[in-house]
């Protein structure tokens, strides 16, 4: 059985004043939630915090040929991507920088030329045949830091313009 639902008068009951407190209190919540929507509305997408970051940079025929030498290394010549590779602007040169496990000069000089190799193999022609550039080996500084196990890695050796330079001083914790 259904039961009918008689209609109310709202006249029916009389509404209780709210005290002056329930008022401010409401009054309260209303205006920190138009307020939650006008800051909702108002809020711009979110920008970088440091605006040189949007700077326009100018990309050279140099850093192309530095990312792509990086890629070289790393696919081609079979070797880890533990290298990073960048077009130093200054000294105008692709330079990059070795991280290895070898412990003296000599055994850091034998991983180098297996850097040197893929220059030479895929480094140059690509600078040849894509940007028309004839670069030589000594147009690519490579620095081989000893990545020290425990503490940071430090220079050991670097072959710049051709010829290899021993780094000054091995960290103090590394002298026999």
């Known amino acids: ?22 008022r401010f209190v409401a ?9 939650a929507l006008a800051l909702a509305a108002a809020a711009q997408p979110a920008e970088a915090g440091n605006k040189r ?17 990086a890629g070289f290394f790393r696919v081609v010549a079979g070797l880890e991507a533990s290298t990073l590779v960048y077009y130093d602007r200054k000294a105008q040169c692709i330079v990059s920088y070795i991280v290895g496990s070898a412990e003296d000069v000599a055994s850091a000089k034998r991983e180098i030329e297996g850097f ?15 940007h028309g550039i004839d670069l030589s080996e000594n147009d690519v500084t490579l620095i081989y830091f000893n990545d020290g196990g425990d503490g ?25």
């Open 116 to 130: 040197v190799s893929a220059v030479k193999e895929y480094v140059l022609p690509y600078a040849k045949g894509q």
């Open 53 to 69: 970051l949007s700077q326009s940079y100018s990309y050279t025929v140099g850093d192309d040929i530095a990312t792509r030498t």
């Open 1 to 22: 059985m259904m039961r009918s639902i008689a209609p109310r008068s709202i006249t029916a009951r009389p509404i209780a004043p709210r005290s002056v407190a329930a």
């Open 152 to 176: 940071s890695p430090f220079e050991l050796v670097r072959r710049e313009n051709g010829q290899y330079k021993a780094a000054a001083e091995a960290p103090g914790d590394l002298k026999e």
């Open 27 to 35: 009054a309260r919540f209303v205006a920190a939630g138009l307020a």
